[in-house]
């Protein structure tokens, strides 16, 4: 079965400090993909950065940065110097390689994350 | 911007009504699927749609239907509306890439719809 799960359901910090999202997900492909979007309170969900499985390198895009293990099923992601535009509800997302749902999304509960001034 | 826009913004209906939701894709995006969000939640996967024919549902009853068109505009249709149905829908679109490599999904802005 596949499953994610974001143990953190809301995360509060003050601006520029560091802050972690944590994802755990669950599957029985080899192969998958996995996503983090950013949902701002005006409801569209961006995308963020995908990962696929095969590829266990971890990414830095500016302030972001994710770290992916495959031992231990997780899928992180950090901010650095968070700022107030950061508020927003975080999801981390996985999808499978096969079968009719091909790229079907299965999205955590999310992690809603303020930044204070 | 991702391309991808949905209609109407808000919508509120009254139970045992019927509502039809409309998204308009990228050009070229040939897969479409639409999520329910309840409040709180994460998006829960209601079906896909690729060249005009769904081809994977998620766990929604048939009163939850659809149609794409070969515009790249979308419709779902949801009959007999429940108090439950109230939530954010998010329409996505993605390429579908030789050899079914899933590309990325590009959400629009959602629907709201209020069921009362």
């Known amino acids: 079965a596949q499953k994610v799960t974001q143990a953190q359901t809301e995360i509060s910090v003050v601006e520029k400090e560091d802050v972690t999202l944590d994802c755990v997900y669950e599957?029985?492909?080899?192969?998958?993909?996995l996503f983090w979007y950013k949902q701002p309170p005006s409801g569209e969900l961006v995308f963020l950065i995908r990962?696929?499985?095969?590829?266990?390198q971890n990414e830095i895009s500016g302030r972001y940065s994710w770290n992916f293990q495959k031992s231990t099923s997780s899928f992180n992601f950090t901010i650095t110097a968070s700022q107030v535009v950061d508020s927003a509800v975080y999801f981390c997302?996985?999808?499978?390689?096969?079968?009719?749902?091909?790229?079907?999304?299965?999205f955590g509960r999310g992690t809603q994350l303020t930044v204070w001034p | 911007e991702t391309g991808v826009t949905q209609s109407p913004t808000h919508l509120i209906k009254t139970r045992g009504q019927q509502v039809t939701l409309r998204c308009s894709s990228q050009?070229?995006?040939?897969?479409v699927s639409w999520y329910q969000q309840a409040l709180g939640q994460g998006p829960q996967f209601i079906f896909q749609?690729?060249?005009?024919?769904?081809?994977g549902r998620g766990n929604f009853p048939p009163r939850f239907s659809g149609l794409q068109f070969p515009n790249y505009s979308s419709e779902l249709n949801v009959n007999a509306l429940e108090l439950d149905d109230s939530a954010l829908y998010l329409c996505?679109?993605?390429?579908?890439?030789?050899?079914?490599?899933?590309?990325?999904?590009?959400f629009g802005p959602g629907t709201r719809l209020t069921v009362l």
């Open positions: 996505a679109s993605r390429p579908k890439l030789a050899g079914g490599f899933p590309d990325t999904q590009y």
């Open positions: 599957t029985r492909d080899t192969t998958y993909y």
């Open positions: 990962r696929n499985s095969f590829d266990e």
């Open positions: 997302a996985l999808s499978e390689d096969r079968g009719s749902t091909l790229g079907r999304l299965y």
């Open positions: 050009s070229g995006h040939n897969t």
């Open positions: 749609y690729y060249r005009e024919e769904e081809n």
